[in-house]
């Protein structure tokens, strides 16, 4: 399995603030999809956003947007004018076209202070 | 409403027996998949199932047992073989083929083996 690793277990931010998450990941094909899911209390996995190697243009959504450095193989999630629903974990995930699956990272806890 | 369900939210057994899990999705996806959460541990792949009557290992299949009988539906068996049981577990659901093909999630169980 290829290796997701996501250094920060926590992080916290004031509402409306900006908060960075952090993930790198080990491989060696060329051709691949990365991940940010979201977990809340409920537990249900929501997809945030996703990336396609071959891609060069960093993904965005909303409020959500990635830094995607390939070379680095660095995958970093911004979260920008955070509310208080984006409270959850959130892991960072790898597709390799060779594998058939999804193997994520240890998640990192955001707690968003009102 | 298409969407995938697992049953039960919540299940108690006593250690030693095995205990099925079951997932059921209607949308007419060809692969389905187990994933188990451990605490600090992200998501690891259990089993997967690309096609009816056919499945593969994933990274921790021992102590496990599936079956696809059906398209609609991948129970889970976990074995009294498995030494830690006690676990978060989701499934997955997809479509088959070339290139990455989002998964859907369940809403989980969550098996505690007193």
């Known amino acids: 399995a290829q290796t997701v690793t996501q250094s920060q277990p926590e992080m916290s931010v004031q509402e409306a603030e900006t908060v960075t998450l952090s993930c790198t990941y080990d491989?060696?094909?060329?051709?691949?999809?990365l991940f940010w899911y979201k977990q809340p209390p409920s537990r249900q996995m929501i997809l945030v956003i996703r990336q396609e190697a071959y891609k060069q243009q960093n993904a965005t959504e909303n409020r959500f947007s990635v830094n995607f450095q390939k070379a680095a193989k660095s995958f970093s999630l911004k979260i920008s004018d955070s509310q208080l629903g984006d409270a959850a974990m959130y892991f960072c995930a790898y597709y390799g076209s060779n594998d058939y699956k999804l193997s994520f990272g240890a998640g990192t806890t955001v707690t968003v202070r009102a | 409403d298409g969407g995938i369900t697992q049953s039960p939210k919540y299940l108690f057994r006593k250690e030693g027996q095995n205990v099925t899990l079951s997932c059921e999705q209607n949308?007419?996806?060809?692969?389905m998949y187990w994933y188990r959460q451990d605490p600090g541990q992200g998501l690891r792949l259990i089993y997967y199932?690309?096609?009816?009557?056919d499945f593969q290992k994933g990274d921790i299949a021992e102590g496990y047992s599936v079956s696809r009988e059906k398209k609609e539906s991948f129970p889970l068996t976990v074995t009294s073989a498995q030494k830690n049981p006690t676990a978060f577990y989701l499934c997955?659901?997809?479509?088959w083929g070339q290139g990455y093909n989002e998964q859907f999630f369940g809403p989980g169980t969550r098996l505690t083996v007193l």
């Open positions: 491989t060696s094909e060329s051709d691949y999809y």
């Open positions: 997955a659901s997809s479509i």
């Open positions: 949308l007419n996806h060809d692969a």
């Open positions: 199932s690309q096609i009816v009557n």
